[in-house]
């Protein structure tokens, strides 16, 4: 393996585990949520907003794992119907849409995550941008994992 693939490597590890915990961490802010609403009677209305911040940061950072073991959505119908010679073409041409569809997603989400800089989150007083950076830095995570599952490199289990 070599320093870049384990670097990729090692960026696809982070994504996953970061979005393991901020999903964590949301699943305990909405259980504040309920005790704060329904037991105590004084609903703690920050912690919703926090917890969907923190779902759609896990959401995108979980992209970078799911393309690296191939839990996109595959496209084995269409690349059973064809000869070998262009299965292997029909690949080359999904990872580079792929790669396509996360450079738009990385330049449009740095442009609107700067469009509400100035706003500011309901209940938290953050800016809005906080939970917009999630889809720019989850695309930019998610590019080593579609790289590393193209060429085949083998993941630290295989």
């Known amino acids: 393996m070599t ?3 384990r670097g990729a490597e090692a960026i696809v590890r982070l994504a996953h585990n970061l979005s393991a915990l901020l999903l964590a961490l949301a699943v305990v802010l ?3 949520q309920v005790i704060t609403r329904f037991i105590l009677g004084d609903a703690a209305v920050w912690s919703e907003v926090l917890a969907r911040g923190l779902v759609i940061w896990s959401t995108f950072l979980a992209a970078a794992a799911g393309f690296r073991l ?3 959505i595959p496209i084995d119908f269409l690349r059973s119907l064809l000869t070998a010679r262009w299965q292997v073409w029909v690949i080359r041409l999904v990872t580079v849409l792929t790669l396509i569809f996360l450079g738009v997603l ?5 442009a609107m995550a700067q469009r509400v800089q100035m706003q500011r989150v309901a ?3 953050v800016p ?3 939970f917009y950076y ?3 830095v989850g695309a930019a995570m998610a ?3 579609v790289l590393l599952r193209h060429f085949g490199t083998e993941g630290p289990e295989t």
Do not use: D, H, K, T
């Open 3 to 5: 320093i870049l693939s």
């Open 30 to 32: 909405v259980f504040v």
């Open 70 to 72: 191939g839990a996109m």
């Open 106 to 110: 990385l330049w449009y989400g740095v």
């Open 123 to 125: 209940m938290l007083n």
């Open 128 to 130: 809005m941008s906080v």
């Open 134 to 136: 999630a889809l720019p």
């Open 143 to 145: 590019v080593p994992g």
